[in-house]
C-alpha cells in the first residue's frame, strides 16, 4: 500500500498544482493532466472503481491493452452457477459474455452431467488492467470458469474467499490425475467450444493432451482448445471481438492441435531454466554465465544474495520510483479514458485506500472536459 499511497501522492501534487482557478489555469490544464497520466499506472485507476461506465456496451482495444464500456455483472448466483471471490469485484463483462455464461452453465447441467460452473474471474466493471494477477480479462470478453464441480449447496461468502480450485495435474504436473479429471471435463470443455462466439479455450498442455486423447477420431473441436502456462485449475474462455472498438485476435492455428504443437509444450515444461536474479531498479545484463544487476551511475548498487540479485538505491538508502510508469492511462486506448471518468466513477474506499484516489480520477475528469 506505501508504494501504491505515494503514486498517487505524486499524482494528486502535479494535479493540485492545475485546481488553482486563475486565468491562466487552462493553460496549465493540458501538461499538468498529461503529468498524473503518466505518473498513476493504469492498474489504479481501473482496479479502483466499483461500477459500470453506464454507456453503450463495447469492448474497446485488445484482451490485454483495453476496457469495457456498458459492462454487466454476473448474478452471484445462478441456476447453474456461483461466482468466485467475490470481494475482488470481476465478475464483469460484456453483456456477450454474461449471456453466453448463463447459456453454458445452464447447459452443461442439462445435457453433460456437470453440477454447475464455478465462475472465477471475468473483468473488473469498467474492464482495464488489474491490481493483481491476469494480463488480459481487460476488455469483458474473458472468463475463468474453475474445473471443479460446483458443489449442490450454495456457498457462503467466506467460502467463495477461501475455497481453493483444484489442480487437475498429477504430482509429476505432466499429466492429469484420474483421482479428479474425468469424462465429464471433456465434455463441458468441449460444450464449450460448440459456442459460435467462442474464440478460443486455454488449457495446461496436460489437459490439452488428456482431451486430445478422450476425442479419439472426433477432433474438430479441438481446434479452439490451446495449451498454455498455468491453467491447470481454470480453463479461460475468451470470446471473439466483433465490434469496431476492439482488435480481433489471430484465428487460432488450423488442425486440432494434438500433435507436434503439443510435443513441443511438454519439452518446455520439462525443460531446466536456471532462474534470473533479481534486480530492483537496475538493468540485468548478462555477465559469464550468469547475470549482473547493473546501476545507473546516480545510484549505489545494493547486492542482496552471492548469485547476482542487487538492488539501486538512492544516497538515502530508497528505491527511486519512475516519473513515467510505463502502463499509465496514456498507455490505454483513448476511448478508455472516457469509459474510465464517465460518470463519476464510484471507487472501493476500503482496503485503507485512501480517499484522495477519488481526487485524481474527478480532477483528471473537469480538466478533460475543459478542452
Ligand atoms: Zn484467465
Known sequence: MKHYQKLIGIGLCILSGASVSL??????????????????????????????????????????????????????????????????????????????????AKEVKAKDGWPGLLVGDLSQPRGGPMLTGHRSHQMGLDADIWLNPMPTRKLSYKEREE??????????????NPKVWNATHVNVIKR??????????????????????????????LRKVRPWWGHHYHMHIRLKCTESTCKAQGATPAGDGCGKQLDHWFKLLTRKVKPKPRCIAGKLAKKGKGWECQCPKSLKRVALSKKGAAKCVLEDGSIPRPKVVKKNLNWMP????????????????????PAGIEIPIRKAQALATEK
Open 192 to 221: 464449450a467450444t460448440q459456442f459460435p462466439e467462442v474464440q478460443r479455450i486455454l488449457v495446461h498442455p496436460a489437459i490439452k493432451k488428456a482431451l486430445c486423447k478422450a476425442a479419439g477420431s472426433d477432433k474438430g473441436w
Open 163 to 176: 475455497t481453493s480450485a483444484i489442480s487437475m495435474l498429477d504430482k509429476t504436473r505432466l499429466k492429469v
Open 23 to 104: 486565468p491562466t489555469g487552462h493553460l496549465q490544464a493540458e501538461p499538468t493532466l498529461k503529468k498524473a497520466k503518466q505518473a498513476i499506472p493504469a492498474k489504479k485507476l481501473f482496479g479502483f472503481v466499483l461500477g459500470k461506465a453506464d454507456l453503450k456496451a463495447k469492448a474497446i482495444g485488445y484482451y490485454t491493452r483495453g476496457c469495457l464500456a456498458g459492462g454487466q455483472a454476473l448474478a452471484v448466483d445462478g441456476p447453474a452457477w456461483q461466482a468466485m471471490r467475490l470481494s475482488r469485484n470481476r465478475n464483469w463483462g460484456h453483456p456477450k459474455l454474461i449471456s453466453f455464461i448463463e447459456k453454458l
Open 334 to 353: 483513448k476511448a478508455c479514458h472516457n469509459v474510465l471518468l464517465a460518470d463519476k466513477p464510484p471507487l472501493y474506499n476500503s482496503l485503507q485506500m
